[in-house]
């Protein structure tokens, strides 16, 4: 936990934000928010994913995705804290490639065709949860991988994911200082309608329920390594010498975007949880604090809700 601290006193001390911005971003995050969850009778994300035909979608998000990220750059553009991006080439021409890999990361459905060819009908739902982990490995990871080799090479660190064990280790009592937390919420009705996102009614040929179970969780835990290897890793390491440790703050306005279709209390914990793991990521060069902490809470509140669901 000292190292920890550490990381945190030590960017507080190099980066001075000032307050004036940290307002504005946070009302602007704020008002989408409240557009999303509170003024719509029907979810803005969930409007997005049912727009026909099957392009629009993809076209919704990106607006979103470019409105929320250009934004916070003007914002802090505004309040002169980086140059004027938006007549840099590179910059914009990078942001843009990593606008496009976002969206089709977030839109992407097209496994269910394949699985809809392949599986009985009884057995499809189940993997439209499974495989949808993993289309981020063809879809995001790959072409940031290509992109990596061909530009940024050089950076040895690819975007974080090179690390020590004994580096990795530090992250752990993020977890325990977690859990109450999430004992907590785990009570509240909106909670206990999201989670626990495996249901035994999820039937796969012949496995037991408990086979299912492991599977799911399984994968479901590996969409938080592509997820931290996105926002933090990429969004904010690769943005660094753009935008120096202003790159977690436009990171933040789309880690809570990507949230919008869960409980109202996840996403605005999301602010929270993006900025504090892109403060770790950016001091410590890597993502695996935040892969480590976002796996774990992620299962205990797995667990939690299935622990109520038993209890109650």
């Avoid at 990106?62 to 991006?85: A, D, Q, V």
């Avoid at 599986?119 to 993993?134: A, P």
Wanted: glycine share 6%; proline share 4%; net charge positive.
């Amino acid at each position: 936990m000292k190292t920890i601290w550490r990381y945190f006193t030590d960017f507080h001390k190099e980066v001075k934000h000032p307050p004036a911005l940290y307002i504005s971003i946070t009302i602007f995050i704020a008002l989408l928010t409240a557009f999303n969850y509170l003024i719509m009778d029907i979810r803005f994300e969930k409007w997005m994913d049912r727009l026909k035909p099957d392009s629009l979608p993809y076209l919704a998000h990106f607006i979103l995705f470019s409105f929320i990220y250009y934004g916070i750059i003007f914002l802090c553009y505004r309040f002169k804290t980086i140059p004027n991006l938006f007549k840099d080439k590179a910059f914009m021409v990078k942001s843009l490639f990593m606008l496009v890999v976002l969206t089709v990361d977030v839109c992407f459905q097209y496994h269910k065709v394949i699985i809809s060819a392949l599986f009985e009908y009884k057995d499809r739902y189940y993997l439209y949860k499974v495989i949808g982990q993993i289309t981020s490995v063809f879809v995001m990871l790959l072409p940031i991988y290509i992109y990596y080799i061909k530009y940024e090479k050089s950076n040895g660190n690819f975007y974080g994911l090179r690390t020590s064990m004994r580096k990795i280790s530090q992250y752990f009592p993020l977890i325990l200082l977690m859990i109450p937390l999430i004992a907590g919420a785990s009570f509240e009705e909106s909670f206990r309608n999201f989670y626990p996102r495996f249901s035994s009614q999820y039937q796969f040929m012949d496995w037991s329920v408990e086979l299912r179970a492991v599977v799911f969780e399984i994968f479901y835990a590996w969409d938080f390594l592509t997820t931290e290897f996105l926002f933090r890793g990429f969004m904010v390491l690769a943005f660094t010498a753009f935008l120096g440790p202003r790159a977690i703050l436009p990171m933040v306005g789309l880690y809570v975007a990507i949230h919008y279709g869960k409980p109202l209390g996840e996403t605005m914990g999301s602010f929270f949880g993006g900025y504090i793991l892109g403060v770790l990521t950016y001091q410590s060069k890597n993502i695996w604090g935040g892969i480590v902490v976002h796996m774990g809470i992620a299962l205990l509140m797995e667990l939690a809700a299935w622990m109520q669901k038993v209890f109650n």
